[in-house]
Each structure stands twice: as structure tokens, then as C-alpha cells.
């Protein structure tokens, strides 16, 4: 049975209709066009779906609708929020780019979550920091050196130093 579900996405109070149980994924992508977010495996085994959950990394394939209402969510479209554009993309992206860290890119957009929240906490990350922060995400492409490099690199230039 459909209920109204409450919650803010990305900075913004949302409110949609639903089953409890439909995934989150469902509500951000289909009701409220958030698309970033893949679909991947759908069983927690990719990462390609993660989405922060008050902050923490959390699966959008299977957290229901039920076990987020109230929170705060936010999605990789949350980066261009943060000062990131098309123009001027944020540090993260920016890093990404430079290393050229993603082939097909289809993980990307978890991956990217992961390390953002990986660098609120912890903005002087080690390689194994970064590599434990990831360890929920599959990128089948093998662009694993990169992204580890390029979160390294964000890392930097978040705490002003400058690309590494």
C-alpha cells in the first residue's frame, strides 16, 4: 500500500508516494529523475548504486523507502551542489578526470560517493584508507590504480595543496 515518504535529497525536501518497500534507487531515479545513481546487481555485491545516507554510504539497491524517510540523502548530482559544474567540475570529478580513473564509467558514480564521504571524515586519506573506503565497489573496467590515485589527488586539492 502506498504512503507518502518524506526525505531530503540533496539538500532539498522531497516527498513521493510509494510502497515501503520499493528501493530507494527506484524513487531517485524514476520519481525524481536523479539518474546518477546504477543500477548494478541489485543484491549490495557492486556499489554501483551507493548514495550517502546521512552521510554514510548506503546501497540504494535494497534500502526501501521505509528505512529512509526522514534522512538526508544524497546522490553523486550532490557534487555539482558543492561547487562542481559542467565548467568547473568538483575536486573529485576534476581528479577523476585527470587520471583518467574510469573506462566505462558505470561504477563511477558510487565510487565517487564512496570517496567523497571517505573524504569528509578524513581529508589526509592513506592508500589504505582510499582502498578500504572502496572495498564495497566492483569496477570491472580494472581502472582500480587510477581511482585510488585520483581520490588521492582530490584529497590534495581539497586541503589546498594542489593536484599531487
Known amino acids: 500500500m502506498a504512503e507518502t515518504y518524506q526525505f531530503t535529497v540533496n539538500g532539498e525536501a522531497r516527498s513521493i508516494e510509494a510502497d515501503g ?3 530507494l ?4 531515479r524514476n520519481e525524481l529523475g536523479l539518474t546518477g545513481t546504477r543500477y548494478g546487481c541489485g543484491l549490495e555485491q557492486c556499489g ?3 548514495v550517502l545516507i546521512d552521510g554514510v554510504p548506503g546501497y540504494a539497491c535494497t534500502q526501501g523507502m521505509d528505512a529512509v524517510a ?3 540523502i544524497q546522490t553523486i548530482e550532490s557534487l555539482s ?3 562542481g559544474t559542467e565548467a568547473a567540475p568538483h575536486p573529485l570529478q576534476q581528479a577523476f578526470l585527470d587520471e583518467q580513473a574510469g573506462q566505462c564509467g558505470y ?3 558510487g565510487i565517487l560517493i564512496s570517496a567523497k564521504a571517505l573524504l569528509d571524515k578524513n581529508p589526509d586519506p592513506s592508500r589504505a584508507d582510499i582502498v578500504a573506503a572502496l572495498e564495497g565497489h566492483l569496477c570491472r573496467c580494472g581502472a582500480h590504480t587510477r581511482i585510488i590515485k585520483a581520490i588521492g589527488r582530490a584529497a590534495a586539492v ?3 595543496e594542489g593536484a599531487v
Not at 534507487?25 to 531517485?28: D, E, K, P
Open 48 to 50: 554501483s548504486c551507493m
Open 21 to 23: 518497500a520499493m528501493p
Open 107 to 109: 561504477c563511477l558514480s
Open 158 to 160: 581539497l586541503r589546498g
Open 81 to 83: 551542489a558543492e561547487g
Open 70 to 72: 526522514g534522512r538526508e
Open 25 to 28: 534507487i527506484y524513487a531517485l
